[in-house]
């Protein structure tokens, strides 16, 4: 991003933008190494035997998961803020110095879980080398720090919002942050009881993710539809507040399919299946209603031989359609595969679940996350129309196949674990191994290890693209 054009008004915001996503981009890239090192663990159990164990190395893959995301939502807020407000964004200069603290923070954090990995199992565990609690491991002391960045951001956010033209993408994403930063306080405090503590623990991990980061992704749909083909800004709002109102409730409602198994009431089976399939409608229903628009409107441009619109920025635009539909089959589909609690009961805490956490995670927010990269390329150079490069096509080919190669690899060895492990031999110990060690689970962990090494590389591909595509000179400037 040697070629900067970020003048004028909210230029400074923009740059703490471009700070945040080549770190998020970073760390998507740890995420995938990590989660590719696990996949060969599977594969082959000793390697990196006691240098970087299995536990440690699925740990940074989900941790890096977590954080590149925030990294990323964080860095498009403040990239759509002056864009939505008109004004620059207050509180620059201590958005970055809390840009810098985060960064800081996590470098120490994944140094500890790299050359620490375990502790005395006391408080000093606890609070310095990882809570324990699976998806959130963080420290006690980064987890109060974590709290202090999302303050200082949500403050960032709300000041900029009270002063500028406040829009309702804006309105949305500062109901969406109160929401974001109160949800994960959820996971920081522990209760004797089992129930009670694995209750609170997924409200971080499911509704945290269900509920707040969907509205989010909505908010950065409707600006990316406005930005990339002129969409109208009533069709996609209108269609983000339903999907505030529709993921609030079915997402805190949907959560009930975690219930299940610990002891809640029996009435969480059918309330918690019906409301999880509900989740993804919303963001789908606003793509097609904004392109069936934008299609009619070109049609009837050509019909009286006026020029028609294009999309300004190609490998964006891709991969937010992308997200729409990969959003659908991997959180709505996928995830429905398994919620039903008569089905649950076979399929709970096998592959099946990795299936639909990897489709969702990477069809519901990586894509549009990717998507947001892209923009700010074309803003951080000054380019009116950004077209696809033959590097952006393979990256985003070998990416999707990649993930959708491992969610279908995943979803054999989890119908493999519930034939085997569940249904033939009532879920001992000894169905656990057979199913493990039989030759379709087997095959299975070698396909998803494949499309594993297709997605990295598809990363690499992708790493290119957004550092050399700046300077291409097929673009319009």
Do not use: C
Request: net charge negative.
């Amino acid at each position: 991003m040697a070629n900067n054009h970020l003048t004028g008004i909210g230029s400074e915001s923009k740059q703490l933008a471009t700070w945040y996503l080549t770190v998020a981009a970073i760390l998507f890239g740890a995420q995938l190494l990590f989660g590719l090192v696990a996949a060969i663990q599977y594969v082959m159990p000793g390697f990196l035997f006691e240098i970087l164990d299995f536990s440690i190395a699925r740990m940074l893959h989900i941790n890096a998961l977590v954080v590149w995301m925030v990294f990323a939502m964080f860095g498009s807020v403040y990239w759509l803020l002056p864009d939505e407000t008109g004004i620059e964004t207050i509180g620059i200069k201590v958005g970055k110095l809390l840009f810098w603290v985060f960064t800081a923070a996590i470098v120490v954090v994944v140094l500890v879980f790299l050359f620490v990995q375990v502790g005395p199992a006391d408080e000093t565990t606890i609070w310095f080398i990882t809570e324990g609690r699976e998806y959130i491991e963080a420290p006690r002391w980064a987890d109060i720090g974590i709290v202090v960045v999302v303050l200082g951001f949500v403050f960032n956010l709300y000041a900029t919002g009270m002063k500028g033209n406040r829009s309702g993408i804006v309105t949305v994403i500062m109901a969406d942050m109160l929401a974001f930063a109160g949800i994960y306080l959820a996971g920081m405090f522990f209760t004797d009881n089992i129930t009670v503590d694995q209750y609170w623990w997924w409200w971080v991990i499911h509704l945290w993710v269900e509920a707040t980061w969907e509205v989010y992704v909505g908010a950065l749909a409707a600006y990316g539809l406005i930005t990339m083909i002129g969409a109208h800004r009533k069709v996609v709002e209108m269609w983000l507040w339903i999907e505030v109102a529709m993921l609030f409730g079915s997402g805190i409602l949907g959560m009930g399919h975690h219930y299940f198994w610990i002891g809640t009431p029996e009435y969480w089976w059918e309330i918690g299946a019906l409301f999880s399939a509900l989740e993804p409608l919303p963001l789908v229903a606003m793509f097609i209603h904004v392109l069936y628009d934008w299609g009619k409107t070109q049609g009837a441009q050509e019909a009286l031989g006026k020029k028609t619109s294009v999309i300004n920025n190609k490998p964006a635009f891709t991969w937010f359609v992308l997200n729409a539909f990969g959003n659908f089959l991997g959180a709505g589909v996928w995830g429905f595969f398994h919620t039903m609690p008569q089905v649950n009961l076979y399929t709970h805490g096998t592959q099946f679940t990795s299936a639909h956490g990897h489709l969702a995670f990477f069809g519901a927010y990586a894509t549009i996350l990717i998507g947001m990269m892209y923009l700010a390329v074309q803003g951080t150079n000054g380019i009116k129309v950004l077209r696809s490069t033959k590097t952006s096509i393979w990256a985003v080919s070998m990416i999707a196949g990649g993930v959708l190669g491992m969610t279908v690899a995943l979803t054999l060895a989890g119908y493999v674990q519930v034939l085997v492990s569940r249904a033939q031999m009532g879920a001992t110990w000894a169905g656990y191994f057979d199913g493990q060690s039989g030759m379709w689970f087997s095959q299975a962990m070698d396909w998803r290890l494949l499309m594993g090494f297709v997605t990295f590389l598809g990363f690499l591909l992708l790493a290119k693209d957004l550092l050399t595509t700046g300077k291409n000179p097929v673009h319009e400037r």
